[in-house]
């Protein structure tokens, strides 16, 4: 297995990002997230890619969204959030090629939001979606989280963000947080024909479909986590509110948060 944390590889005009950190549930540093970028970039400018697919290795998950060490910060206590540009949502929002979720397991937190930004999402029939925000004292915010009331409804979005809570594969299908659901030893051949779908019809039509859904989307891509974070709590990553969710869910106790009301 290669020592690498994101893979990357094209097979007959598919391109495949891969989140390669298993023992972490392929959770990610902000390294990882500038070099997803960067392939994203790289798969999006390349003439011999038509359809581009993220995952994560084995079999446990596809991402459980950011590593919650680089959260929780370095020793003087600065929590990796801090200096994190986190364009990627975006990223796959304006791609003109289509981008499929192969969502092979544990989808939560930012590997989540990450998997719903997707056009597609492909699952696994024991995946698992939810957000971990709040729980953890993550602060999610901006058009991440906005854009989960276009997919879901505002009630169901409210849901799944405020209240943390996990959902099947089959519930997330039912939802419309998935557009498959099959078994593991089917999800490769189930996101091959999905990719071969559109990878059969016009290319340039595709670019007009998805520049066009995103200009129903641009009206809430004007304001990031960051910009939410300075206008409602900007002092935050100084009050030991997030350190406590951090600290909290590394020592699998439940957070005392009744300080920060």
Not at 128 to 138: A, C, D, L, T
Not at 200 to 222: G, N
Request: with cysteine.
């Amino acid at each position: 297995m290669s020592d690498k944390e994101v893979l990357y590889g094209v097979d007959n005009h598919v391109a495949t990002i891969t989140l390669n950190r298993p023992k972490t549930l392929n959770a990610f540093t902000g390294d990882n997230i500038k070099e997803m970028q960067e392939l994203l970039d790289k798969a999006a400018n390349d003439r011999n890619v038509g359809v581009i697919v993220l995952t994560g290795t084995g079999e446990r998950a596809f991402c459980v969204g950011g590593d919650i060490n680089w959260e929780k910060g370095d020793a003087d206590g600065k929590s990796g959030l801090e200096d994190l540009n986190f364009t990627f949502n975006r990223q796959i929002a304006e791609c003109l090629k289509p981008v499929i979720a192969r969502v092979n397991g544990y989808a939560i937190g930012g590997g989540h939001h990450i998997a719903y930004f997707c056009d597609f999402t492909i699952a696994a029939e024991h995946a698992i979606f939810g957000q971990n925000g709040p729980r953890v004292g993550s602060p999610a915010g901006g058009y991440i989280v906005s854009h989960s009331a276009n997919v879901l409804g505002h009630k169901r979005a409210r849901e799944l963000w405020m209240l943390c809570r996990r959902y099947t594969a089959r519930q997330a299908l039912d939802w419309g947080l998935a557009n498959a659901v099959v078994p593991m030893a089917q999800l490769d051949e189930e996101v091959r024909k999905w990719a071969d779908e559109l990878l059969a019809v016009s290319p340039t039509c595709l670019k007009i479909l998805k520049r066009s859904f995103y200009y129903h989307m641009e009206p809430i891509m004007q304001r990031d986590m960051n910009e939410m974070i300075r206008e409602i709590a900007p002092d935050y990553f100084r009050t030991g509110e997030q350190a406590e969710g951090a600290s909290a869910f590394l020592e699998k106790r439940k957070p005392d948060f009744s300080p920060f009301r």
